[in-house]
Every structure is written in structure tokens, then in C-alpha cells.
């Protein structure tokens, strides 16, 4: 297929370029309305995600609130429980060693400490 002449002549391929991009690519550009009105959108659009940040940003922290205002049971769990009686005899085990070690070194019962597990409250 031939190509159009431009003036008289066949075009190049820089000039088909251009001319392309003049026919095809190119818009009108944007009226001060069309301005007006994209800002006015882009306005809105960030006045309802900012409300919808807050909002979100309000509920994890009255989850979060709830959360560490809640008191938890070991003995509503069975496996804390078990892991609960499994550091008190480890705790107990651990003063009876210090206890006999202080009594072989000639420390009195009462400067050798005593030592709490740290889970009790």
C-alpha cells in the first residue's frame, strides 16, 4: 500500500511519526472546569479516606484497649495450665538446689535467699 504524499512527496518515517501523533495521540487540553471539577473529586476522595482512616485508627485502638484490659486465666487453658505447673516444679527444684549448695559452702538458710518463680502474682 502506498503511503500519502506530503506535499508532493512521499513521507518519512519521522514524518509519519509526527503526523500520527498529531491525529491520534493528541487531546484537547483540559478546560478550567474539567480542572476545577478533578480537584473538587480529588478533594472529596481525601476527605473520605481520611475519615475512613480515622475510624479504623479508632477501632484497633479500642480492640488494643480491650485486649490489654482483659485478664486471663491460666486455668482456662489446658496447656498453659500444664506449662504453669511445669515452672512452679521447676522453680521448686531450682530452690532446693540452691538451698542444699548454700548449706556445702557454710551459707546461713537465712543470706542464701529465696528464690519465687516469677509467675506466680
Do not use: C
Amino acid at each position: 500500500m502506498a503511503r500519502k504524499p506530503i506535499n508532493g512527496r512521499a513521507m518519512t518515517a519521522a514524518e509519519r511519526q509526527r503526523r500520527h501523533r498529531e491525529i491520534a495521540v493528541q487531546k484537547p487540553p483540559m478546560t478550567k472546569a474539567e480542572r476545577e471539577d478533578l480537584q473538587r473529586l480529588a478533594r472529596y476522595r481525601e476527605k473520605i479516606l481520611k475519615s475512613a482512616a480515622k475510624q479504623r485508627s479508632a477501632e484497633l485502638i479500642a480492640d488494643f484497649e480491650q485486649q490489654a484490659a482483659s485478664i486471663y486465666d491460666y486455668d482456662k487453658d489446658d496447656i498453659w495450665k500444664a506449662a504453669m505447673e511445669f515452672a512452679r516444679h521447676a522453680a521448686e527444684q531450682a530452690r532446693q538446689f540452691v538451698t542444699a549448695r548454700a548449706a556445702e559452702l557454710g551459707i546461713p538458710a537465712a543470706e542464701s535467699g529465696r528464690s519465687e518463680p516469677a509467675t506466680e502474682g
